[in-house]
């Protein structure tokens, strides 16, 4: 007997690709589709305390059986309420964490007053703490209670049980969804066990119009609603699927509310597919436990997220120079030979990466190959003489080979995963790829994470600029960790794999960057994260937009991807588009499994290449600010158009364009030419300036059609912004530089609050005057003409 109650429902086991009568569903679709599973729903408050900003409810359960039904050749489950059992009790807190944000926990069993030993702080998804000034007000009224902070109100409904919040005017922003039929297509507020595993279900109303935004990287779609959500960190293999390295329990509503979940177990999501109207989401663990964070603006939302999860630092002037790499250079003569095409071509760039640096392909020990790659101080010190840093590859698996030194002392000490009975964790026969016989280094053990990390520091300090931590979201969660269990160790393993290095390039540095391809909630504080291995396709690019909003809408502010593509040899149109694309996102960088460099895809689009790479460079004073805006303010470079325009209803949808920081809006061109020869965007409501032609439109909020050459990526700029320039140069030498010019796209008012670590100034147009503060005279001022 499985630890089903009765074993799955066949055809539901069969969807999911099990075989019924051996292997039950992970995670929530174990409750949700087995048989005869018992539910048990909080029905009632039956007492309620306040202390200071916290409310404890003891509430009544009702016992409902999940159990398949048949009408005609339709199975379905519905709930049927047990009425043998006996009534149970669970525990409800209600945290008011600041005047906008309160937790919500339930379960059986009293909550945990500690924090556990691991993760670390570091390394958790909630590292904020409670705003110990806030203040809370609770008054009885017909049928419950509301309780009042300075800007939202909390009512609770005694029987049924129901929750919903509204601003201090009366506007309902959030509420519970209960279950009012038979069907059992609306998980309510709920607890359930089959056997040893238990879940916690919960259901919001959705309005019929609202649309939901978030969960991390998304390929498929950055709008949520209606879509199905593969939520379990996986290798994507391109990006035209549902699969992702980053999945992030947050999310947002067009209503004016966000969510964050705080669990790292098996989690699902319903956003209006098993009900029109309804919102569900479940975990398999014995607490649930989540945030509601008042806006009502998307900007205000994810700004209190980050007040939970932490805000990004900010990276290094270097990093938002272009990285060159391939998979891989091969040698020294290989990444000399690079390094003097980029600087005798007139191309700038700041990073040079390699991939495999160490004797065997795959086989990371994390040092350098004496045949490939000798004298690595010597090289290094080199490269950094041309205004080169070096990145460099590794993964969290560890080869078994006799070379590898990590490995034999790894395993002698235990800082690898482990199987059930003790011995170094294998994969199942069927298992397949150039990983199954590696070793997992378990970063939940502070001792293997503390030796990895040492290793790191070396290479930092023998001048290595930073580390590509690859995969990481494929750890098996039937292996054994110290400090976790494997189902909450899966999505949750990229927080202290990227910490521990991240941690370590700071040690020595005191710079915040690492290359990272998985991630959860609180990645942001590990950056800059990439998308992975893109095909190299239109669809490939169009899915790299859409995770690039998606993960900036999840809190992710720093994120980048592979120029060109990585799977495939991309042809020199695509090559183009993808790099327009890339050298306008936060960080830009050329990788494939073949060469990216721009002089491989022929004159014409090296020349391209070379003109926006070069704009790149002259608007890095623009770029480090809004960088470091970014960092305080919790929004990201590539910024979806919804979050500035959460009210007009035609952005929402927009999935193909952006703004680039406050001033720019981008439309990718994302078909071949043979396909389309003018490229359709909108434009929200204002006057925006076509930044190539330096034609203003004055939009009521509409749809344009403008013609494109392979040469021109539409780019507007929003009327009232003021560009900075730099000066025209090969590396970034991690200074922003001197700001030789001033653009300025005049309205009624235009205004630069520039601040970029070393110098800080403000400039004011105002009518036909400029108040310029902190800059020298010899600053070129262009105004542009606002006439269309």
């Known amino acids: 007997m499985s630890d089903f109650a009765s074993l799955a429902h066949p055809k539901k086991a069969a969807e999911m690709g099990n075989t019924p009568t051996t292997i039950a569903p992970r995670g929530p679709n174990l409750f949700k589709w087995g048989e005869s599973v018992p539910f048990e729903r909080l029905q009632a408050v039956q007492s309620l305390e306040i202390q200071g900003a916290s409310l404890t409810l003891t509430c009544q359960t009702r016992t409902f059986v999940n159990a398949t039904t048949w009408t005609h050749e339709t199975s379905m489950h519905q709930f049927n309420e047990d009425k043998d059992s006996e009534r149970g009790l669970a525990n409800l807190e209600i945290t008011f964490w600041s005047d906008e944000v309160f937790r919500i926990r339930f379960g059986r069993d009293p909550f945990p007053t500690q924090s556990p030993s691991f993760p670390p702080k570091e390394s958790r998804m909630l590292v904020g703490e409670p705003d110990s000034q806030v203040q809370c007000a609770l008054e009885e009224v017909p049928g419950g209670w509301v309780v009042r902070s300075r800007s939202v109100e909390l009512h609770i409904e005694r029987e049924p049980l129901l929750l919903w919040a509204s601003d201090r005017e009366g506007h309902i922003y959030w509420q519970q969804k209960r279950n009012d039929l038979f069907t059992s297509d609306i998980f309510d507020i709920s607890i359930t066990r089959s056997g040893s595993r238990t879940g916690c279900f919960e259901s919001f109303s959705l309005d019929g119009q609202e649309e939901i935004f978030g969960l991390g990287e998304r390929f498929d779609g950055v709008p949520r609603t209606g879509r199905v959500v593969d939520f379990w960190n996986k290798d994507a293999i391109g990006t035209s699927n549902r699969r992702t390295y980053i999945n992030v329990p947050f999310f947002f509503s067009t209503r004016g509310y966000g969510l964050f979940l705080n669990s790292s177990a098996r989690t699902e999501w319903e956003i209006g597919t098993l009900e029109a109207f309804t919102l569900g989401f479940a975990i398999e663990d014995e607490i649930m436990d989540y945030f509601i964070i008042y806006g009502p603006r998307p900007a205000d939302i994810l700004y209190r997220y980050h007040t939970l999860t932490s805000f990004a630092p900010v990276p290094p002037v270097w990093s938002f120079g272009l990285w060159m790499s391939r998979c891989s250079y091969l040698n020294w003569d290989m990444v000399h030979e690079v390094a003097d095409g980029l600087r005798q071509g007139g191309i700038p760039a700041d990073v040079l990466h390699i991939d495999f640096w160490f004797d065997e392909d795959m086989n990371c020990d994390l040092r ?421």
Request: glycine share 10%.
């Open 368 to 788: 350098f190959s004496q045949k490939n790659y000798p004298e690595p101080e010597k090289h290094i010190r080199q490269l950094r003489e041309q205004g080169f840093h070096l990145s460099l590859w590794q993964w969290n698996y560890v080869p078994p080979k006799a070379k590898n030194l990590n490995y034999a002392e790894g395993l002698a000490k235990g800082y690898f995963a482990k199987s059930r009975d003790g011995g170094l964790f294998a994969h199942p026969p069927e298992a397949k790829g150039v990983w199954v016989n590696d070793a997992i280094i378990d970063f939940s053990n502070p001792a293997a994470a503390e030796w990895y990390a040492a290793q790191i520091r070396n290479l930092i300090r023998l001048g290595v600029g930073t580390i590509k931590t690859d995969f990481g979201e494929g750890i098996p969660e039937d292996a054994v960790y110290q400090n976790i269990d494997g189902k909450k160790f899966h999505n949750l393993y990229p927080l202290p794999y990227n910490a521990a290095i991240a941690r370590a390039i700071h040690d020595v540095s005191g710079e915040w960057i690492v290359w990272a391809r998985s991630g959860t909630a609180g990645s942001q504080r590990f950056p800059v994260q990439w998308g992975g291995d893109s095909q190299c396709s239109f669809g490939g690019l169009a899915g790299t937009l859409r995770a690039a909003l998606a993960v900036g809408l999840s809190g992710i502010p720093f994120f980048s991807h592979d120029i060109g593509g990585f799977i495939g040899r991309p042809e020199p149109e695509l090559y183009v588009r993808w790099a327009q694309f890339g050298l306008f996102s936060s960080h830009s960088r050329c990788h494939g499994v073949n060469p990216r460099e721009p002089w491989t895809f022929g004159e014409e689009a090296c020349d391209i290449f070379k003109q926006y790479d070069m704009l790149r460079y002259r608007l890095l004073p623009y770029i480090y600010d809004q960088a470091r805006k970014c960092s305080t303010r919790a929004l990201p470079m590539v910024r979806a158009l919804v979050i500035e325009y959460p009210e007009d209803r035609n952005v929402w949808h927009i999935q193909d364009q952006y703004l680039f920081g406050d001033a720019f809006l981008v439309a990718p061109v994302l078909r071949p030419g043979a396909e389309a020869q003018t490229r359709i965007l909108y434009l929200p409501a204002g006057i925006w300036i076509d930044y190539w032609t330096k034609k203003a439109i004055h939009s009521h909020g509409e749809w344009i059609e403008r013609p494109i050459d392979l040469r021109t990526m539409p780019i507007y700029v929003k009327a009232g912004s003021i560009l900075p320039y730099g000066e025209a140069r090969l590396s970034t030498g991690n200074r922003v530089g001197p700001i030789t010019e001033l653009e300025i796209y005049a309205g009624a008012d235009s205004r630069l609050d520039y601040d970029d670590g070393e110098k800080s100034f403000a400039a004011v147009w105002q009518g036909s005057k400029l108040d310029l503060r902190g800059l020298p005279p010899s600053t070129r001022v262009t105004r542009i003409n606002l006439n269309t």
